[in-house]
């Protein structure tokens, strides 16, 4: 079964055409990163894939069920990590995960087995009593990640999910989320970070002004655009067009900089 | 650094420790600040100049008040007595404006880290001290000038120069106390809404801390109306206690300002001894004021540079994931949000407020035995606080708008848990008009039932006000809102609560004019009530959609 299928999807916001005739398949075990610019249309593709967003036309489906149809039962598949980070900062992670396994209907004893071995993973249970907004930007990022893999999803969502994490717990996120393919499960991950998707991806979509320019694996990506060896981050550059605008910044920059 | 320019730059530390202040005041800014800052901004600038009009009006309010009947209401029981009873109830009264219109932004002033920017810049620690007292100053300059100056030039205007120079000194005194006292309890009050130890003591100091400020802040913008009858049980009381009483008020803060006050202006009637206590507790008070300015200054440097400890002492708890039915889940982790920010627990202190509002009307619509009428218009009224509840509570849930996105919560679920919390405000705001119907009598006791029966009007108005706001901001899904910067939304739940309540009242009003029987009108009421909750549970949830 296919974990993800999004069919020509389409949403504007005004005169923007945020997300353009997108479409995309996300295959049972694999890890699939969205890469694009700021602004490309990744988050708004994701969100509507979640049910947060009305779709203008075209469908997402996460195993056969239409996320716009029923999102409540699309989010009891999916573990989802979005971008930003407004989590109930007057309550502790404790308070936050009891509410998460609350709603979820989770069994106690064995969520409660499964909380401890997270919480020692990632060395955070100093700080399982401590308000969230006292937590830093990684320990919120933590806390996120934590409330996403509890229930155990078949799919996980992941917007920016490394960006604040320190090397260890970076390096112990990238080894669940490959244990999760291992088992079964299936992973979309959007990222800027190139070496994350490189080193961690099956395939790779790249969005740009709302489209999906190029699909593949790194080594179709490479045919497809003449450049064999490439780094995921000259593919890219080359792909979106960014290369020489990247030249000429750094070459303003290093002006500034001399001056 | 010129002090000058030590000005300037505390200015725009100042506005982003009342940023900050507004933003903890009220969960839901802070998804808003980045969805819309300019809206944020402007909402801010004007709750600054809403909070000097008020502190400006209030004070005013209070000067001209104590004053007049410090100085006219020959009723209230000698002049002397008058004045150093009233000038006592201003200070006192100031102290309290004071305290509570600064608390959120003191509290802002140590969550605000506005001095950490400044901290890493090339400035030395007097720079960065002096940078920090301008920012406290200009902070609070607005109300301290104010309530240092309306009522000395009041003094100075009926009782002459002396007493003014005296109140000048007295309000200056309560000043540097009300401050000192406002920089302790902030810091209290900031450690024990941000420390998480589950104890049981710790959750009821929590709800406490907040609904008594909650009921602080309302009772000093009600407290005009019960002035002169606070001073009259003061001069009361005192007076029966003999005149030896007076001697002993005049060793306590802040009444030692009042009888030095009223020894100068009536010198022959107080007797020597009075004037003597008032002249020592005055000296003593002042000398605490000087040290207390002292203290808070050295304080605040503490605070707003290192900060306040709000770890949990002790060994780490064993790791437990409690759960419950999904419904409780929600309640328990609103109820929790609501205990942890003070404009949160305003839902908690809803009855409080609508009796304080509607005593007095009461009072002044029932002319002899409380009739149908008034008790219906107070029970509309209730209605239309109960729509505005419910809109409070919906704010709560922009804060954890991540966890929220990713959880598989119906719109339906979240209506039933926003209407299980208002209905508790709800149904206590019904029993306390119940008491304060029984304290207007009734002309029949079959009116103190008429409350009893609205009891359940909670959960119609819940479902529908909620149901109306997630279909007109959410197309039907649950959203949260944020009535300080949507005004519309805090005025169309009013309107719908106000049309959902009303329908059983009109019931009760027809029947009555129709037979003249309260049972028949009860029975009404009921009735109507019973179709409009099974209206609310079977058919309003139909609007909403996940």
Redesign the interface.
């Known amino acids: 079964m296919v974990a993800i299928v999004i069919e020509n999807l389409v949403k504007s916001f005004g005169d923007l055409v945020a997300v353009n005739d997108v479409s995309l398949e996300v295959r049972e075990g694999e890890i699939y990163a969205l890469l694009g610019p700021n602004g490309a249309g990744k988050t708004t593709t994701i ?1 509507m894939l ?3 967003l009305d779709p203008d036309s075209g469908s997402a489906k996460v195993f056969g069920i239409d996320s716009n149809e ?4 699309v ?2 598949l ?5 971008e ?9 992670p ?15 004893e064995k ?2 087995k499964r ?2 071995e997270f ?1 020692k993973a990632l060395d955070f ?2 700080y ?4 969230i ?2 937590l830093s930007q990684g320990n919120k990022q933590k806390t ?1 990640l934590i ?2 893999l509890l229930h155990r999803p078949k799919l996980l969502i992941l917007d920016e999910p490394f960006s604040s994490l320190d090397v260890r717990s970076a390096k112990i996120m990238k080894d669940i989320v490959k244990i999760h393919t291992e088992n079964g499960g299936s992973v979309l991950l959007s990222t800027h970070v190139m070496e994350v998707a490189e080193g961690l991806c099956d395939r790779v979509g790249i969005i740009d002004e709302g489209k999906l320019i190029e699909e593949g694996t790194l080594e179709e990506l490479r045919s497809k655009s003449e450049k064999e060896g490439a780094t995921l981050e000259s593919l890219f550059l080359k792909l979106t067009e960014q290369e020489e605008d990247v030249a000429k910044g750094v070459a303003i920059l290093r002006e500034a900089l001399t001056d | 650094m010129k002090r000058s320019e030590s000005w300037r730059y505390a200015g725009v530390v100042a506005q982003e420790v009342r940023f900050k202040a507004f933003l903890e005041a009220n ?1 839901a800014n ?2 808003r600040v ?1 969805e819309n800052p300019d809206k944020i901004s402007k909402a801010l600038k004007s709750q600054s100049r809403i909070s000097v009009i008020f502190s400006t009006m209030i004070l005013i309010m209070l000067s001209v008040l104590t004053l007049a009947a410090s100085a006219f209401d020959t009723e209230l029981g000698n002049p002397d007595a008058r004045l150093a009873v009233g000038f006592a109830v201003y200070l006192i009264l100031s102290f309290v404006v004071i305290f509570f219109l600064n608390l959120t932004t003191t509290t802002g002033l140590f969550t605000s880290g506005a001095m950490r920017l400044p901290s890493t810049l090339p400035l030395t620690r007097v720079e960065l001290e002096q940078l920090n007292f301008m920012t406290f100053v200009r902070i609070f300059i607005a109300p301290v000038v104010l309530s240092m100056v309306i009522f000395p030039i009041g003094c100075l205007i009926i009782f002459g120069p002396v007493v003014a120079i005296i109140s000048f000194v007295a309000c200056a005194s309560n000043v540097s106390i009300a401050i000192g006292a406002l920089i302790i309890v902030s810091k209290w009050f900031h450690k024990k ?6 104890s049981r003591i710790s959750s009821i100091i929590r709800v406490a801390a907040s609904l008594g400020i909650v009921i602080g802040m309302i009772s000093v913008y009600s407290i005009g109306s019960y002035l002169p009858d606070l001073i009259r049980f003061i001069i009361g009381l005192s007076s029966s206690m003999g005149e030896g009483f007076f001697t002993i008020l005049a060793l306590i803060f802040p009444f030692s300002f009042g009888f030095l006050a009223a020894s100068i202006a009536f010198s022959s009637i107080i007797p020597f001894n009075t004037f003597l206590a008032s002249l020592v507790g005055s000296a003593f008070y002042s000398l605490v004021a000087i040290v207390s300015y002292k203290r808070s200054g050295e304080s605040l440097r503490a605070i707003t540079l290192g900060g306040i400890s ?3 002492p002790g060994l ?2 064993e ?8 419904l ?3 309640i ?2 609103d109820l ?2 609501a205990t ?2 003070i404009a949160s627990a305003f839902i908690f202190a809803i009855p409080i407020l609508l009796v304080v509002i509607l005593f007095p009307m009461i009072q002044f619509w029932s002319d002899g035995p409380m009739r149908s009428l008034p008790a219906l218009v107070a029970l509309e009224y209730a209605n239309l606080f109960g729509g505005i509840t419910l809109v409070s509570v919906l704010m709560f849930d922009t ?5 929220h ?6 719109s339906r679920l979240i209506l039933k848990t926003k209407t299980a919390i208002i209905m508790v405000p709800y149904a206590l705001s019904m029993i306390a008009l119940d008491i304060v119907f029984l304290l207007q009598p009734p002309i029949s006791p079959w009116i103190l039932l008429m409350p009893l029966i609205q009891i359940p009007c909670g959960y119609v108005i819940g479902m529908s006000v909620g149901a109306t706001v997630f279909k007109v901001r959410g197309g039907g899904r649950a959203v949260a809102v944020n009535v300080t910067s949507d005004q519309a939304v805090g005025i169309l739940a009013g309107i719908v609560a106000a049309l959902a309540g009303i329908v059983p009242l009109v019931a009760y009003g027809l029947a009555m004019i129709a037979t003249g029987s309260y049972i028949i009108s009860l029975g009404a009421q009921g009735l109507s009530l019973l179709v409009m909750v099974l209206i609310a549970r079977f058919q309003v949830p139909k609007l909403l959609k ?1």
């Open positions: 969100k979640m049910g947060l029923n999102p409540v039962e989010k009891n999916v573990g989802y990590v979005p930003e980070q407004q989590l109930y900062d007057s309550l502790t404790r308070e936050l995960f009891n509410f998460i396994a609350s709603i979820r209907g989770l069994p106690e969520i409660t909380m401890k919480l249970e100093q399982y009593d401590n308000m907004i006292t996120m409330a996403a | 969960p802070l998804a980045k809404t941000h420390q998480t130890d589950e709000t770890s949990s780490l708890k790791v437990v994931v409690e759960t419950t039915s999904p409780q889940g929600m328990r982790k929790k949000l942890r920010n804060q954890g708008a991540s966890i996105e990713g959880l598989p919560i119906r996940d």
